[in-house]
C-alpha cells in the first residue's frame, strides 16, 4: 500500500496481507526520509495474499501504468517489480513498450545464491507463467523475466542484487543473493544496513519489519530514485555504476567462474543525476561459448548504448581472438573458440557518449592492421581475430603520431577491427603498462577525467588467457607458468565539452 496515491488493485483485494507494498513505499519516499523523498508513490498490486500471482495479471498491471501514460503523460516514471518469475516472452514484450515511453524499470535479481541466467526447465516445459515469492531454483537474470532470452539483445530492465550491513552479498540461510553478468549492480537488502537504518522509523509495523529477512526486492528501492528528465534507462543505469562504491564487495562469496562476471558494485548516488555530456562506460559479458572448435560467443550493448570496443578472455588461453561487427544495424562484440578450447567470452564495452554514430574498420588478412581517418576519427578500441591459429602475438593498439589517431597493429595472419568515432566529440589516447619479466596478471589504469573505451592483452608468445575491463582498469591475464611476457594496453577517452 502506498501512503501517497494508490492505484486499482488487479486481485479486488484492499490490502496486502504481507505488508511488503507499505515496507517499499516507506523505504523509497516516507514522510520524513526515504531515497526518494517527495516522490509520488504508486501502489499497483499484482499478487495474492499469499504473494503469488500469474503473468497474465503482471501484464494487465502493466499495460495499466501504460493506459495512464498515454491519457496523462508526465515525467518518465521508475516502476519497481520487487518479485521474481521464469521467462516469459510476452512480459518482455511489456516491459520494452514501457521503456519505449520512457519507463525506468528496476527489478530484483533473486534470492537463490545462484547465477542468474538459469530458468527452470519444468516452468518452461508446463507452459505457465507465474510471479511472485519464487520458489528454489526459479531466478531472475538474463534468461528470466524480465531479460530477454540468451544472449540479449537490449536488456530491458536494471536488475539489482542484495548486500547486508557490511556491504557484502546477503545471506539467507544457506541461500542468498543471486549473482552474475545479468545483474547490474547490489544495493542495501537489509532492515538494519547502515546506508537504510535512517529509513527504518518510517516502516509500518515494526514488528514485521524486524522480522523480515534480507531479500533482494528491498535492494532494487534504493535504485529507484527517480532519474532526472531525458536520462533514458541505458544512460540512468551508467550513472548509477559511475556513483556506486567500487570493490566493496568481497569476491570470494562468488563461486570462482562468477567472479569477473559480476559487478562489484554498490549503489550510491549524488544529490542529482545530472544529464552531462560526460562519457560514461561500462563492460557487458556474454554467456561462456560451447566447447567445439569455432564455437563462438556474442555480447551486444543495449538500444541507446554505443560499442566502443570488443575483447575476449578463455581460462584456458585455446582462443582465436575477437572480433567487432554490424549485423542487422547493430553491433556486436564476437568471441571464437579454438580447438580443444574449454569455452570463450566476449566482453563488450559500452557507452552512452558520444552522440555520434562510430564506425568499424576491418583489415584483410595481407594487410597488417586497422586505423582511422586522420582527419577526423579517433579510436576508441581495437579487436584481434585469427581464423585458424590460437591467438598469441595478435595485436596491439598503437598511440598516433602527433594529434593523428591510433592504429590497430595486427600480426601476420591476424585480422583487425578499429573502432573509430568522431574526433569532434572525444579525444583519446593510449595507455600501456608492460611490467619487468613474466607476471600472470597485468593492469594498467585511465587517469582521472578519462574513462576506459579499449582494452587489449599484448605477449610476444603463447599462453594470453585474454583482457577483460573492471571500471576504468584494463587487466591482461596470461596463462600460469607461462614465461612469456605479457603488456596490458588500455585506451582512454574524454568528451570534449
Same mark, same amino acid.
Given at each position: ?18 505488508a511488503t ?7 523509497l ?65 511489456g ?15 533473486g534470492?537463490?545464491?545462484?547465477d ?41 530492465v ?23 553478468r545479468c ?20 516502516l ?27 536520462? +533514458?534507462?541505458?544512460?540512468? &543505469?551508467?550513472? #548509477?555504476?559511475h556513483? /556506486? *562504491?567500487?570493490? %566493496?564487495?568481497?569476491? !570470494? ?29 561500462r +563492460?557487458?559479458?556474454?554467456? &561462456?561459448?560451447? #566447447?567445439?572448435?569455432? /564455437? *563462438?560467443?556474442? %555480447?551486444?550493448?543495449? !538500444? ?18 575477437e ?8 553491433k ?13 567470452y566476449a ?12 564506425r ?11 586505423g ?57 589516447r ?12 597485468v ?12 582494452c587489449?592483452a ?40
Amino acid at each position: 500500500m502506498s501512503p501517497r496515491r494508490t492505484a486499482p488493485a488487479s486481485t479486488g483485494r484492499p490490502a496486502s496481507v504481507t505488508a511488503t507494498g507499505t515496507h517499499t513505499a516507506g523505504v523509497l519516499s516516507g514522510r520524513d526520509a526515504g531515497v526518494a523523498t517527495g516522490a509520488n508513490i504508486h501502489s499497483l498490486r499484482v499478487l495474492n495474499c499469499q504473494g503469488k500471482g500469474t503473468v497474465s495479471g503482471t501484464l494487465i498491471g502493466l499495460e495499466f501504468i501504460k493506459t495512464t501514460l498515454e491519457a496523462q503523460p508526465y515525467a518518465p516514471p521508475v516502476v519497481l517489480l520487487p518479485f521474481a518469475g521464469a521467462y516469459s516472452r510476452v512480459l518482455n514484450a511489456g516491459c520494452r513498450r514501457l521503456v519505449q515511453m520512457g519507463v525506468v524499470m528496476v527489478a530484483a535479481a533473486g534470492n537463490y545464491k545462484d547465477d542468474c541466467l538459469p530458468v527452470l526447465s519444468s516452468i518452461r516445459a508446463r507452459g505457465r507463467g507465474w510471479v511472485g515469492s519464487p520458489r528454489r531454483g526459479d531466478t531472475w537474470g538474463c534468461a528470466a523475466s524480465p531479460h530477454p532470452p540468451l544472449p540479449p539483445p537490449n536488456p530491458q530492465v536494471i536488475t539489482v542484487g542484495a548486500t547486508n550491513r557490511e556491504d557484502q552479498p546477503a545471506s539467507i540461510g544457506t541461500l542468498g543473493t543471486n549473482f552474475g553478468r545479468c545483474v547490474d549492480l547490489f544495493a542495501p537488502g537489509r532492515r538494519h544496513h547502515r546506508r537504510l537504518q535512517r529509513l527504518q522509523h518510517v516502516l509500518h509495523g515494526a514488528e514485521l519489519a524486524r522480522r523480515r529477512r534480507p531479500r533482494t526486492w528491498q535492494a532494487s528501492q534504493p535504485c529507484c530514485s527517480a532519474p532526472s528528465p531525458g536520462l +533514458s534507462l541505458a544512460e540512468l &543505469r551508467q550513472r #548509477l555504476l559511475h556513483f /556506486a *562504491t567500487k570493490n %566493496a564487495i568481497n569476491p !570470494g562469496w562468488f563461486p570462482e567462474e562468477q567472479r569477473l562476471q559480476t559487478p562489484n558494485s554498490v549503489a550510491g548516488l549524488p544529490n542529482r543525476l545530472g544529464a552531462d555530456e560526460q562519457l560514461y562506460c561500462r +563492460s557487458v559479458w556474454s554467456a &561462456r561459448s560451447g #566447447l567445439t572448435r569455432h /564455437a *563462438t560467443a556474442v %555480447a551486444r550493448c543495449a !538500444g541507446d548504448e554505443e560499442m566502443l570496443s570488443c575483447s575476449s578472455f578463455s581460462r584456458s588461453g585455446r582462443r582465436l581472438g575477437e572480433h567487432m561487427e554490424d549485423k542487422e544495424g547493430r553491433k556486436q562484440c564476437v568471441a571464437h573458440n579454438a580447438f580443444w578450447g574449454q569455452g570463450v567470452y566476449a566482453i563488450a564495452r559500452c557507452c552512452t557518449w558520444p552522440k555520434a554514430e562510430c564506425r568499424i574498420n576491418a583489415s584483410s588478412q595481407a594487410a597488417e592492421g586497422a586505423g582511422c581517418s586522420p582527419q577526423d576519427h579517433v579510436l576508441t578500441g581495437c579487436s584481434f581475430h585469427s581464423p585458424s591459429a590460437t591467438l598469441g602475438d595478435g595485436g596491439r593498439p598503437m598511440p598516433g603520431t602527433g594529434t593523428g589517431p591510433g592504429h590497430c597493429a595486427g600480426g601476420t595472419g591476424v585480422m583487425a577491427h578499429a573502432s573509430c568515432c568522431p574526433a569532434a566529440t572525444l579525444e583519446c589516447r593510449v595507455k600501456e603498462h608492460a611490467p619487468q619479466g613474466s607476471a600472470e596478471k597485468v593492469t594498467v589504469s585511465c587517469d582521472d577525467g578519462w574513462t576506459l573505451t579499449g582494452c587489449s592483452a599484448y605477449s610476444q608468445g603463447p599462453g594470453t588467457l585474454g583482457s577483460y575491463t573492471v571500471d576504468d582498469s584494463c587487466v591482461a591475464v596470461s596463462a600460469a607458468g607461462s614465461r612469456a611476457a605479457i603488456m596490458a594496453v588500455a585506451i582512454c577517452c574524454r568528451s570534449r565539452q
